[in-house]
């Protein structure tokens, strides 16, 4: 089955930098992944997406790369502020199904 | 559209008693996801429905655990008997697999089992 690593496990920024989670997917049929914010006590929630025939997709301060051939996709978060502070999941999905990666704690400091 | 909704929010039972944990997904949505979620093993899926048909259960953990989906709009979650280590928030998720691929997640039930 798919396989799906998150790194880094968690992350501290100060407000206004750029944050990057990287992710590693193993499945080369994975055709579709989004990443999720999770606010403490939250249900995940959507914030971005990209398919397997796009490389790069652009939301405001967030965007999404994606490298086939490497199978790895890294989500940017540029300008950052307070409230984007959250736990950051990706997921690939194989089979119709979707695989976590175990999440970053991303913290923006003030 | 209410979103997900899941029921109860929150449950406290003792060992081995029986837990039923419930979702109504969204409406016209398709596809239905259990998902468990710990800080040890991070989100689980544990079981995924496709038009009411349960399609992969290989993340259920043991045979204490069992899923339903009698119909388009309701599923159900069960835990018999209850051990401690299945204390986690239970999330519940849907789509519309011929739409998008995006999961749409419930509030999450926390289940604590003493």
């Keep these: 089955g798919e396989n799906v690593e998150q790194h880094p496990s968690t992350l501290s920024v100060q407000e206004g930098d750029s944050a990057v989670i990287k992710c590693t997917y193993s499945d080369s049929a994975s055709n579709y992944f989004p990443w999720y914010k999770q606010e403490l006590g939250k249900r995940p929630q959507l914030i971005i997406d990209i398919r397997s025939n796009v490389g790069e997709k652009k939301d405001q301060r967030i965007a999404v790369t994606l490298n086939k051939t490497a199978k790895h996709f890294s989500l940017h978060i540029t300008e950052t502020q307070p409230e984007d502070s959250a736990v950051y999941f990706c997921a690939a999905r194989g089979s119709g199904q979707l695989t976590f990666g175990s999440g970053t704690q991303l913290t923006v400091l003030p | ?114």
């Design chain 2, 1 to 114: 559209d209410a979103g997900v909704i899941q029921s109860p929010r929150h449950e406290v039972t003792e060992m081995g008693q029986e837990v039923t944990l419930r979702c109504k997904p969204i409406s016209g949505h398709n596809s239905l996801f259990w998902y468990r979620q710990t800080m040890m093993r991070g989100l689980e899926l544990l079981i995924y429905f496709n038009n009411n048909v349960p399609i992969d259960d290989s993340g259920m953990p043991e045979d204490r655990f069992s899923a339903k989906m009698p119909n388009a709009s309701f599923s159900t979650l069960k835990i018999q008997p209850s051990e401690p280590r299945d204390s986690a928030v239970y999330f519940c998720a849907s789509s519309s697999q011929t739409i998008s691929y995006e999961q749409y997640f419930g509030p999450g039930t926390r289940l604590t089992v003493t």
